[in-house]
Nanobody
């Protein structure tokens, strides 16, 4: 089991930056951690993910070159550094875990077992 808590959301102007953090407790070794977001009236969509052991990452095309995902083994956190933010990046951002990486390198919400409560990101134009 792994428990996840997100932090770092807020209101930012277009072109600005935010850093989200996902604190993981419990088992993290051999876990695939992903970030998703959900805008009002839209489905939850994949943003970025990282394989805890080797640090391999993947990003949605819509955020490539603007978002960067990283993990801190000492702190047991997975951070999402977001830059050049756009209004369409607005939504609730969720951290999720695929224990044992059974669905690695999946990008569907159904590939992930555990979820955090989410943190709101609002980008104003």
């Amino acid at each position: 089991q792994v428990q996840l808590v997100e932090s770092g959301g807020g209101l930012v102007q277009a072109g600005g930056s935010l850093r989200l953090s996902c604190a993981a407790s419990g088992r993290t070794f051999s876990t695939y951690i992903g970030w998703f977001r959900q805008a009002p009236g839209k489905e939850r969509e994949f943003v970025s993910a990282i394989w805890w052991n080797g640090g391999r990452t993947r990003h949605a095309d819509s955020v490539k070159g603007r978002f960067f995902i990283s993990r801190d083994n000492a702190k047991n956190t997975v951070d999402l550094q977001m830059s050049s933010l756009k209004p369409e990046d607005t939504g609730v951002y969720y951290c999720a875990a695929d224990l044992w990486g059974r669905h690695y390198p999946g990008t569907s919400p159904t590939d992930f077992d555990s979820w955090g409560q989410g943190t709101q990101v609002t980008v104003s134009s």
